[in-house]
């Protein structure tokens, strides 16, 4: 399976985004930006935006390596800035708009979202087994429509 970018490319550009327009995010929120951008690139462009797998988390929809680069913020925002020339001109600008679609919505709307009934994220969740990966087939299915 492969992707466009890789999905540390698409994170610094998110975080490095949000600080720009005076709206950094947490780690949390990168998360939940990160699947949404995935889904709605996918939409859009039939195609995947980075290969890597989401994970079920308590936390919610998680990438276990930018998860754990950015936990030392813990509920914070990041407030860093990196270099973004790797990524076309047009995806900046689908990214930019799906990150502004979704950064009206409250911390806790945004957490909600892909942890609710019938998501991909409830399908695979179990408390007991702590983290399961949501595979892409199910993304796809779920969220895709």
Known sequence: MKGKYIVEQIAKFVIT??????KPISNLELQIYLYYLWIEYYK?????LFPDNFWAW????VIPNIYYQFCIYGSNPILKCFDI??????????????IKKYNKLSLYELFKLPCRD???WEKV??????KQ???FILIKEKECR
């Open 17 to 22: 985004y949000s600080y720009n327009e005076n």
């Open 44 to 48: 859009e462009f039939g195609e995947y």
């Open 58 to 61: 308590w936390q919610g929809v």
């Open 85 to 98: 020339n790797e990524i076309d001109e047009d995806d900046k600008w689908f990214i930019k708009s799906i």
């Open 118 to 120: 019938g998501s991909a």
């Open 125 to 130: 969740f179990y408390p007991q087994e702590k």
């Open 133 to 135: 990966i949501i595979p």
